[in-house]
């Protein structure tokens, strides 16, 4: 684990003569004083001190643009708020800058530096078409490939930033600069990572490992090997750019090797967690056992008409074996009554009732699918290459065809709802993900309901 760390220069205002040294890591450190490249990025995994290196790089490079205005942009308000005004005020007073700051409904702050004040701006980026009349000397955007819209709305966004570096002093590059975890071969690949984009002479990928972060120590490594599986690890680690649009969701999944010869004869009174969706004429509910931390799906139940049906499919199959059963549901059935004809109460409330209020677990809004699909695909595999998941194949042929078949829409990171496989995958992923949540950088991601 490399954890060498360099050290910068700033001129603060407190002495002219008076200079603040800061320490970064290595690839922080090329990314930061870096100020001769037009166009750069640093995409590194969690942990390798993205935010802190861009914010870093604005203070830097402000220092030779006083008189001049900069800009830093994330990919909504909410996360300049969330996400970009801490760790900037943080490196400030570390950098020992004074500075003024005015806030809503547009952030600005003036850097005191021992020469002069330098304007520094913080904006969202999924407004860039307001950008228009901005005279700038750099332009640092976070996160970009989570802007909505895709690549088309991100290359929009950065053409933008291109017109809009008009304005600095003179004898230094007007920058436009990135800071990103990789999401798949988006923007980012494409304007830096691709054959094609790496042999401009205009532009430079800084890639990240989080191991130069001396935090990302032996017990943080065990922890990310338990819940990821091996492609995240490739992209949230080691900062590569893998392939997470299209292809097979659960790429990882063999009906050979994650098949089980077990029964829930092979449990009786045991507990059963079961995973439920809600369509009318399509419910589906997978059923399984927890066995030493491995979620063991043994039954399913696929194809009833509505809500009412499958509490009573339940109840027929599973209360004389298993007094304890907790339902995992589609957290929608809280507010609707879909799927019954004639019901006064929702589905959720219907399983309540059925099953015990404290036996029916949901977040009060589902999480993003794809932090659900990467919870499933960690209980697959993770990065020890530990199965968590195992499936009788003979018991449960919907789930296993699902989860060898169900494919993402084509340059999406959502299935492909077009086969029908995706009910009794989501209804496989609800208990997963509220019992094993992998954090996705992103993604609207849920812990555990109180």
């Not at 009174?269 to 927890?290: C, E, S, T, Y």
């Not at 599973?318 to 929608?332: C, G, L, N, R």
């Not at 019954?340 to 009060?364: P, W």
């Not at 919870?375 to 065809?401: D, F, H, Q, Y």
Request: charged share 25%.
């Amino acid at each position: 684990m490399t954890q060498d760390v360099y050290e910068i220069t700033i001129e603060s205002d407190e002495d002219e003569e008076e200079e603040t040294n800061l320490e970064l890591f290595p690839s922080q450190n090329r990314f930061v004083t870096d100020v001769t490249t037009p166009i750069i990025a640093y995409v590194g995994g969690f942990n390798a001190g993205k935010t802190y290196g861009l914010v870093s790089k604005a203070i830097y490079n402000g220092q030779f643009q006083v008189g001049y205005k900069g800009m830093l942009a994330e990919p909504t308000f909410q996360m300049i708020e969330d996400n970009l005004i801490q760790p900037l005020e943080e490196a400030l007073d570390k950098y020992k800058i004074t500075y003024k700051v005015w806030g809503k409904p547009a952030y600005k702050y003036v850097l005191q530096y021992g020469h002069g004040e330098h304007e520094l701006i913080l904006r969202s980026a999924e407004n860039w078409d307001r950008w228009r009349g901005l005279k700038l000397a750099y332009i640092g955007i976070d996160e970009i490939d989570r802007l909505q819209g895709g690549v088309s709305n991100a290359q929009n966004c950065h053409r933008m930033a291109l017109s809009r570096l008009s304005k600095g002093a003179p004898g230094y590059v007007r920058q436009l600069f990135y800071a990103s975890t990789p999401e798949g071969y988006g923007f980012l690949y494409q304007t830096f990572g691709s054959d094609e984009a790496r042999a401009k002479k205009d532009r430079q990928l800084i890639q990240a490992c989080s191991f130069e972060n001396p935090s990302s120590d032996k017990q943080w490594y065990d922890g990310m090997l338990n819940d990821y599986p091996p492609m995240l690890l490739q992209a949230y680690i080691h900062g590569k750019f893998v392939n997470l649009f299209g292809g097979r969701c659960y790429p990882d999944f063999d009906r050979k090797t994650h098949h089980t010869d077990l029964t829930l004869d092979k449990y009786p009174g045991r507990a059963l967690h079961i995973g439920m969706d809600f369509n009318p004429a399509k419910m589906a509910a997978a059923v399984g056992v927890i066995d030493d931390g491995k979620m063991l799906y043994l039954k399913e139940h696929v194809n009833l008409k509505d809500t009412k049906e499958m509490i009573n499919a339940i109840i027929t199959n599973h209360s004389a074996k298993h007094k304890e059963i907790h339902i995992y549901p589609d957290s929608s059935g809280q507010y609707v009554r879909g799927t019954t004809e004639g019901a006064t109460i929702t589905d959720v409330a219907m399983l309540e009732n059925a099953f015990g209020q404290g036996r029916v677990h949901y977040h009060t809004a589902n999480p993003d699918v794809v932090q659900r699909i990467e919870s499933v695909n960690a209980m697959i595999l993770n990065g020890r290459k530990e199965k968590r998941l195992w499936v009788n194949t003979k018991e449960c042929p919907r789930i296993t065809e699902a989860l060898e078949q169900l494919t993402f829409a084509e340059g999406s990171r959502l299935p492909d709802k077009t086969s029908g496989k995706d009910h009794i995958s989501d209804a496989v992923g609800y208990p997963i993900v509220y019992l094993w949540p992998v954090y996705m950088p992103g993604a609207r991601n849920v812990s555990v309901r109180a």
